[in-house]
């Protein structure tokens, strides 16, 4: 090998040394970049084959779109999950003043509808008094008198079917405010499922059977970790106080 050819060869080498070393310092820089990394940690590797058990095929554990998978199947993930007492939060939602301000509003004008139903009634008496021996007042009065006991039976079962009504708008708002809430919370937490709990220790508000069963079915966790509670961050969410 002449002088001229060894330091082509000699080029060569470096550069590959070079080269070797620029690729084995930007790697773990570019993995590093993705998730953090600890001396002990393994791979990457594009999955983990764990034996099955009594004659069961294998499973084949990979990442897919950034969850824990065990199959080809959208079902076969792991999902982050939290909770929240819906309880606790619909119940400050409720205590808004856009919500109380409408509730008053609606028993105001119910109660002022009251009164004049109250003050015809007085007309009447006026109108038809009994008689000085107790007798009863003349056939016309108790006429109008029953009408208006009619008139005002049905505008109280309508009273009824607007506060329903109202009570029914006003747990789907609350409800759709604390879906957004969450979903804003979950959003920024990566968390993909999140349930509605009562927490075990809180105590029963019954004084009936049904009541009380109503209060344990209402608890579906038994037990839970409490890292899984969201409710303070939902409620931080909604601009509600504890």
């Known amino acids: 090998m002449n002088r001229f ?15 070797f070393a620029f690729a084995f310092q930007s ?15 393994l791979g990457p590797t594009d999955g983990v084959i764990f034996a099955g058990e009594g004659g069961k095929d ?17 079902t076969n993930r792991v999902w982050s999950v939290g909770s929240v007492d819906i ?4 119940k400050k939602i409720f205590e808004g003043a856009s919500y109380a301000d409408k509730r008053k509003e609606t028993q105001e004008a119910a109660k002022a509808e009251e009164a004049e139903f109250n003050k015809r009634a007085e007309e009447i008496q006026k109108k038809f008094p009994a008689g ?5 007042p003349a056939p016309e009065g108790q006429r109008e008198f029953t009408q208006l006991q009619q008139e005002y039976s049905r505008w109280l079962e309508g009273v009824r079917v607007r506060e329903d009504k109202m009570a029914a708008e006003q747990f ?3 409800y759709r405010e604390l879906v957004a809430a969450v979903e804003a919370v979950s959003e920024k937490e990566e968390i993909d499922l999140v349930f509605r709990f009562y927490p075990t220790a809180d105590p029963f508000q019954a004084e009936r059977a049904g009541e009380a069963l109503a209060q344990i079915q209402a608890r579906a966790f038994l037990k839970y970790p409490a890292a899984i509670d969201i409710t303070a961050e939902v409620m931080k969410a909604l601009n509600l106080s504890e």
């Open 132 to 136: 000085a021996d107790g007798a009863p």
């Open 172 to 174: 789907e708002q609350a």
């Open 27 to 41: 790697a773990p820089a570019q993995l590093a970049h993705a998730i953090d990394r600890t001396a002990s940690d």
């Open 87 to 90: 309880d606790k939060v619909m």
């Open 5 to 19: 050819e060894r330091i082509v060869l000699a080029s060569s080498l470096a550069l590959s040394a070079l080269a």
């Open 58 to 74: 294998p499973v084949r554990v990979t990442a897919k779109d950034g969850r824990i998978a065990w199959g080809d199947r959208s």
